[in-house]
């Protein structure tokens, strides 16, 4: 306590929320307009009302007694070299912890997000940070390391500002962003001078026309050429920052804007002018999701069945394993649970397929153009379908026994059972597409490329995925009893099914691949399966549905635990060191990298190892064909055309991607198939355009609802064999379910 004081008075000032310049502040706390006054005088000298006036925040203010009282050398021992102290940031936006935050000068952004700030609530994904308000800029995952200080703020392009913190996740549009802070800064410029005034003001008009859709070529380059100008010319701290909100999202979300121009497209579901409903826009696929829904709502189960193969040729695999980006983006998120949108679509392919035979179309006029399509994937199977529906003769060529790629061989059948799969290839057969199994493709098998070519094939389609899988490098690995992911699964698929009976399986690895491991170590007899994953369990890649019943069925998740070395005796494996891990500096991607903790190591006694730490292309079968292949294992294709450097040979899926999901290969086996159609001259319209009516069909439910809980396999029921575990919708469920949906895409 001491005798200080001072008498605080509030007005309502006449002028706008920001004043860029000092003077029109003072004038401002006078009741005038916020304009600027020329100086000298200076305010030290006259400044409001005339008198001697001293001018900084809040927190300048509120360091000067800290700082008098404890030395000037205690405030610079805080912070770095040149950014001394703490800083106070507002933490904002999406974030669980949010409200006024101190922390030392050269913090790492990361660390007061994510350890400080508690991450991004609900499971999404970090996208960037807004610093420094309105006139700041954005920063993005791949700088979640950048100390918070002056000088490292500059240099990516944003400024410290007064502490504003505003975290961003993946469901926002940066293009829609710039604009909203662009707006805000348009109406507080104070006019002084043009470049600031009116130039906000037109690169708010070509940002309005982009988020409307209506952005055309050579508008990105306007508006850097606009925003460097304003920096160079406005007379004030505001007008100099004004066009940084533009020009960082530019500079690190790029893609973005192109994505609004080019292909009318908002990734994060924000620019509504641009598509009938979020689900529908984050469908890779590109199904109109609320019609089909509506469709069961009225009990129309086979016409929803229709309505969705017209974008989707295997809606009773995706029904099972798509990931459903879709209800990601459900705005009925908001008042309870998005809406079970894979349950549905499984739903009407399962009664489609129930209620009699569902024959494809043949088309009437056959063209007389081969196309070979390589591997029977979803990306393959996919382009075959597009491209027979078209009048092309098509055939497959499948290495394996069966036709379906990975799904066959990989995806489990307690998740897929190999008769639904069997029945959708059927009806890709139906149009006449030859598949043709055990006939691999490639310089080391009995059929090239260029035999291929010779043989009259007009255009080839390359949907050979991602098979060859990463190895530990480790002595050991060679070991009886260490196993890789997908010849694991392969055997179990395919044969011959191993047993386990008794025995303790370590699993290494956290995606979809691991997880189906370890669910069918249990079920051909473990006594015992461990998962070990070196981060944290919200990072593991795969699907959380299947983490969770995982964990159900008895598997237990070692997180932060990373292998270390095999231990082998007589030529079998015995054990598996491991070693303890924490979150260290942040990946390019955001997420934490994992450290080892020296002297932690563990040892675990195995009979088997499973190795699943991802894939990579099998470039092989590639060798002096010139198709070009990128590190670290994807095809070269041309943006756009999916044309490889090779003329007629196209690729698509995760041959091009690496390691994705089945929804996102449907989705480029599609668009190939759409760009093989128009380089053979054809038009590249491989979906008849139909009139969609978007009216509603009954009441909305806008009270609380939670989803319809589809019923599963009882636990005691699952681990004696591969029944499947997800027993699907009955026609009420399904019904009360489509019930939920807000018709969002319902305008008027």
């Not at 002056?150 to 400024?159: H, V």
């Amino acid at each position: 306590r001491t005798d200080f004081s001072f008498d605080l008075e509030i007005r309502l000032g006449a002028g706008a929320f920001v004043c860029g310049e000092e003077t029109a502040l003072l004038a401002s706390i006078e009741g005038k307009r916020g304009e600027p006054k020329p100086k000298p005088p200076f305010p030290a000298q006259s400044g409001l009302w005339g008198k001697p006036t001293v001018i900084n925040n809040v927190e300048t203010f509120a360091n000067v007694p800290a700082i008098i009282r404890n030395g000037w050398k205690w405030f610079s021992s805080i912070g770095t070299e040149k950014s001394k102290g703490t800083k106070v940031f507002a933490l904002a936006g999406k974030i669980v912890n949010n409200g006024l935050i101190e922390v030392p000068m050269g913090t790492n952004l990361g660390e007061v997000i994510f350890d400080v700030g508690g991450g991004v609530p609900g499971g999404k994904k970090f996208k960037a940070a807004q610093t420094g308000g309105p006139s700041g800029g954005c920063i993005p995952a791949q700088h979640l390391n950048v100390p918070i200080d002056y000088e490292s703020l500059s240099e990516l392009g944003t400024i410290m500002g007064s502490g504003g913190l505003v975290i961003m996740d993946e469901d926002t549009c940066m293009v829609d962003l710039a604009k909203f802070f662009l707006d805000f800064i348009k109406d507080e410029s104070c006019g002084k001078c043009t470049a600031c005034r009116s130039g906000t003001a037109r690169m708010l008009e070509i940002l309005d026309r982009i988020t409307k859709g209506e952005g055309r070529e050579g508008d990105i380059e306007l508006l850097e050429e606009l925003g460097q100008s304003i920096k160079d010319s406005a007379l004030c701290g505001l007008g100099q920052s004004a066009p940084n909100p533009v020009l960082s999202t530019i500079r690190y979300f790029r893609e973005e804007y192109e994505e609004h121009i080019k292909d009318k497209y908002c990734r994060a579901s924000v620019c509504a002018t641009m598509f009938h409903s979020s689900c529908h826009n984050s469908c890779p696929a590109g199904i109109d999701i609320p019609i089909y829904v509506d469709l069961i709502r009225q009990h129309k189960y086979v016409e929803a069945y229709r309505f969705i193969k017209r974008d989707n040729p295997l809606p009773l695999i995706c029904g099972r394993v798509c990931h459903h980006p879709c209800e990601g983006k459900c705005n009925r998120a908001k008042i309870d649970d998005p809406i079970a949108i894979r349950n549905l679509k499984r739903f009407v392919a399962d009664y489609a397929f129930e209620h009699g035979p569902l024959e494809e179309t043949v088309p009437v006029i056959k063209k007389n153009i081969k196309v070979a399509v390589v591997g029977s994937g979803p990306a393959g199977l996919t382009c075959a379908y597009y491209l027979a529906k078209k009048g092309y003769q098509v055939t497959i060529f499948e290495e394996q026994s069966i036709a379906g790629g990975m799904l066959a061989s990989v995806i489990p059948e307690y998740r897929l059972p190999k008769a639904k799969l069997q029945a959708e290839i059927d009806t890709i057969k139906a149009l006449g597409v030859e598949i043709r199994t055990n006939c691999g493709v490639g310089v080391d098998k009995d059929i090239t490329l260029e035999r291929l070519k010779k043989d009259g094939y007009k255009a080839i389609f390359l949907a050979v995925g991602a098979q060859l899988e990463y190895k530990l490098n480790l002595p050991g690995e060679d070991l009886e009893g260490v196993v890789s992911g997908l010849s694991f699964l392969t055997s179990i698929n395919l044969g011959p099914v191993p047993n386990l009976t008794g025995k303790k399986v370590v699993v290494i690895g956290g995606g979809n691949v691991a997880i189906d491991a370890a669910r069918c170590a249990l079920r051909v007899g473990a006594q015992e399966v461990h998962i070990v994953y070196r981060r944290a369990k919200e990072d593991m890649p795969a699907m959380r549905e299947e983490v969770q019943e995982a964990e159900n069925e008895g598997i237990i998740i070692h997180t932060h635990l990373n292998y270390k070395n095999i231990i082998g005796e007589n030529g079998k494996v015995k054990a598996l060191e491991c070693i303890r891990m924490r979150g260290g500096n942040f990946d390019m991607s955001g997420r934490r990298k994992a450290i080892p903790i020296e002297g932690s190591e563990i040892t675990m006694p195995v009979d088997m190892v499973i190795v699943a730490i991802g894939q990579t292309l099998k470039r092989g079968f590639l060798k002096g064909t010139g198709v070009q292949v990128v590190e670290p294992g994807r095809i070269e294709v041309e943006p756009g055309t999916y044309l490889t450097s090779v003329e007629g040979i196209f690729s698509a899926g995760d041959a091009i991607t690496g390691p994705k999901t089945v929804v996102e290969a449907i989705k480029g086996g599609k668009e190939a198939a759409a760009n093989i159609d128009r380089y053979l001259g054809g038009d590249g319209d491989i979906i008849p355009k139909i009139h969609v009516e978007r009216k509603l069909s009954g009441e909305i439910m806008e009270k609380e609802q939670p989803r319809y809980q589809m019923s599963v396999l009882p636990l005691e029921n699952r681990l004696d064999g591969f029944t499947e575990v997800e027993l699907g919708y009955t026609e009420e469920e399904a019904v009360k379910e489509a019930c939920r949906c807000l018709r969002c895409d319902v305008k008027k």
